[in-house]
């Protein structure tokens, strides 16, 4: 399994320009994009720690679904999905995860 | 930014001039900070003795990968709405080419609270408020489709799945369990009912709210031609009810209830599931607009909170399959 764009090289190095950036100026009006810059920090930070999952063509993977290919086994595949869904937002946001989810891990 | 600003106000006054005359001052010119591809400024016109506060709205991004209607088009939208007496705030004048400003146009300040932690704070009002956008929805879907000819063009007003699932392929970025929730929506249609106008963003934080009392409907960039279901899904979807997630209807009431207040309104006769089927399509769809602000993101636009548009899509797809096996409502 693979996370979304961005890679977690490109999202601390935009974090990083950013507080040089804003750093010696920093005011109250800027609060809310430092917490998103924490919020990002910690989430690659779980992302690091992660165990490294597989890779899979997701191209294919959509063509096939489109092409109706899982039609017969919806069920298995939106399961499937899911359990990769889980995984993902463990490392975005946790909190997300409904109760059982999160008593998972 | 203080020159911007100033530069801006001679701008103002210089339109303001050309149609309301010399004894028009403009005062009190700010600029509001949300926005990513707008600039919003507010300021008072002084002509005699009460001061009116109008506020100004310009495109800043405009190309090809901009999205976003028109101002033009948003423009009409909005006096078509005003027209039909919804609560939109009143829009007074567009620029033209003799003005510095622009694209854009300029309405009528409508004051209110939109932030939706707010909003859902105070329960008491809820169920009046409810029943106040309900209200604004039937007299939308009222209106005659003919009037709204300027949206025929919208990729949305064409078939929903096709429309979304294009604006998701043009992103360049594979996501399975968006294509599982379009596949599920074009295995199970719902009723063919003739279109109308719809508000196409109408959602908790896109409307003002005073004492209780709805003062505007906002953000009219998304307006297309569809089923009136369309707008009460987007409603409904689960990313706006904010965390009150038993009241469906933007975290103010059930989904049943919002309807029973819909159809008390003048509206169809809409059942649950097909409101369920836009849901499902909103979640799609809100995960498209994280995708996109990620694109824009990697794309020149740089910023923390798009870059974390694009991990959050992840929640949208969770919540999808979630609801596709039953276990979310």
């Given amino acids: 399994m693979r996370q979304y764009r961005p890679d977690a090289a490109n999202l601390v190095s935009t974090v990083a320009a950013f507080l040089e950036r804003i750093g010696p100026k920093l005011e109250s009006g800027d609060r809310y994009e430092a917490l998103v810059c924490r919020h990002i920090l910690t989430m690659v930070e779980r992302e690091l720690t992660a165990p490294a999952e597989a890779e899979r063509d997701d191209a294919a993977f959509v063509r096939a679904i489109r092409a109706g290919e899982f039609d017969g086994a919806w069920e298995r595949l939106v399961e499937d999905l899911l359990a990769e869904s889980v995984a993902r937002v463990m490392i975005v946001k946790p909190d997300h995860l409904a109760e059982k989810h999160r008593a998972a891990k | 930014m203080p020159d911007i600003l100033s530069d801006a106000r001679v701008a103002l006054q210089n339109a303001i001039t050309r149609r309301m005359g010399a004894g028009a001052r403009v005062e009190n010119v700010t600029q509001a900070t949300l926005g990513g591809s707008n600039r919003t400024l507010l300021f008072d016109v002084v002509e005699g003795a009460a001061p009116r506060r109008l506020v100004s709205r310009e495109a800043t991004f405009v190309g090809p990968s901009n999205d976003f209607m028109e101002p033009a088009v948003q423009f009409r939208l909005m006096r078509l709405a005003h027209g039909a007496g919804m609560r939109v705030p009143e829009p007074v004048f567009e620029y033209d080419d003799g003005d510095t400003l622009g694209p854009g146009f300029v309405t009528a300040f409508a004051s209110g609270e939109s932030l939706p932690r707010r909003l859902l704070a105070e329960t008491a009002m809820h169920v009046g408020l409810a029943r106040q956008l309900a209200e604004q929805l039937a007299l939308l879907h009222a209106q005659p489709v003919g009037d709204f000819e300027i949206l025929a063009d919208v990729p949305e007003s064409g078939d929903p799945v096709v429309a979304l699932r294009g604006r998701i392929d043009a992103l360049e970025e594979s996501h399975p369990a968006l294509e599982v929730g379009l596949r599920y929506l074009e295995l199970h249609p719902g009723p063919a009912r003739a279109k109308v106008a719809v508000h196409g963003d109408f959602r908790t934080g896109n409307f003002l709210v005073d004492q209780g009392r709805l003062t505007a409907v906002l953000d009219w960039e998304c307006s297309h031609l569809s089923v009136p279901a369309a707008d009460i899904g987007w409603f409904c979807t ?92």
Wanted: proline letters at 1%; glycine letters at 12%; a neutral charge.
């Fill in chain 2, 238 to 329: 689960r990313s706006w009810r904010f965390g009150r997630t038993a009241q469906h209807a933007g975290g103010l009431v059930t989904r049943s209830a919002f309807l029973a207040d819909y159809r008390a309104a003048g509206g169809e006769a809409i059942s649950e599931d097909e409101v369920r089927w836009w849901e499902i399509h909103g979640l799609i769809r809100w995960g498209m607009y994280n995708i996109l602000q990620a694109y824009g993101h990697l794309h020149g636009r740089s910023s923390p909170a798009f870059a974390v548009c694009g991990r959050n899509v992840a929640l949208m797809e969770y919540d999808l399959l979630m609801t596709l096996r039953g276990e979310y409502d």
